[in-house]
């Protein structure tokens, strides 16, 4: 089975501020990765998927990028409404999600 | 608009059985696999099994393979979950997820874009 990592598991930051959070797999997945994000008592939002595409809707201050094990989704300017918790997940091989990264205020 | 609305959740004694129902609505359910994914109180997501549109292709987690059936009925545009010998660790909300069937580059890109609300399932004496 592929497991999936994030770091880093939280992190504090202000509005405005670049965010970025790493998410790794144990073996090569291409570009099959999803990013998600998760209000708390809401369902998850898909942000971006195969690594670098966004999702219809989601605004471009969101990115991701990287393949094979690596890859990171950027915030570019963290906003109010951005506060959650964000996870990984791949889609190589059924699915798996990453143990996710909380995002607060600092 | 699309739906996805879960119901059948409940509080179950160990060893016990219960079954989920997803109602989709706004969009053709026969043509988009479907999931299950669930998530323990406080922690994070976890993928429980996948079903293809026509059935042919059915995926479980290692935690509930053997335990959990998956299945769906495109005439009543519903997917079930069949939960048995249910466990504690089982406690849980459960979604469903569409698989959006997106395709990048003309390779299929799995991804969850439309999740129903939840609906807790509680396994305790």
């Known amino acids: 089975d592929i497991q999936m990592t994030q770091s880093p598991s939280s992190l504090s930051a202000s509005v405005g501020d670049r965010v970025t959070i790493t998410c790794r797999a144990s073996?090569?997945?291409?570009?099959?990765l999803n990013w998600y994000q998760q209000k708390p008592g809401k369902a998850p939002k898909l942000l971006i998927y195969?690594?670098?595409s966004l999702q219809s809707g989601v605004p471009s201050r969101f990115s991701g990028s990287g393949s094979g094990t690596d890859f990171t989704l950027t915030i570019s300017s963290l906003q109010p409404e951005d506060f959650a918790t964000y996870y990984c997940?791949?889609?190589?091989?059924?699915?798996?999600f990453g143990p996710g990264t909380k995002v607060d205020i600092k | 608009e699309v739906q996805l609305v879960e119901s059948g959740g409940g509080l179950v004694k160990p060893g016990g059985s219960l079954r989920l129902s997803c109602a989709a609505s706004g969009f053709t359910f026969s043509s988009y696999s479907m999931n299950w994914v669930r998530q323990a109180p406080g922690k994070g997501l976890e993928w429980v099994s996948s079903?293809?549109?026509?059935?042919?292709?059915?995926y479980y987690a290692d935690s509930v393979k053997g335990r959990f059936t998956i299945s769906r009925d495109n005439a009543k545009n519903s997917l079930y979950l069949q939960m048995n010998s249910l466990r504690a660790e089982d406690t849980a909300v459960y979604y469903c997820?569409?698989?959006?069937?997106?395709?990048?580059?003309?390779?299929?890109?799995?991804?969850?874009?439309?999740w129903g609300q939840g609906t807790l399932v509680t396994v305790s004496s």
């Open positions: 195969a690594a670098s």
């Open positions: 073996q090569s997945i291409s570009s099959y």
């Open positions: 079903i293809s549109s026509s059935s042919s292709y059915i």
């Open positions: 997940q791949q889609s190589y091989s059924t699915f798996t």
């Open positions: 997820a569409r698989d959006f069937g997106m395709k990048v580059a003309g390779i299929a890109a799995p991804g969850f874009d439309y």
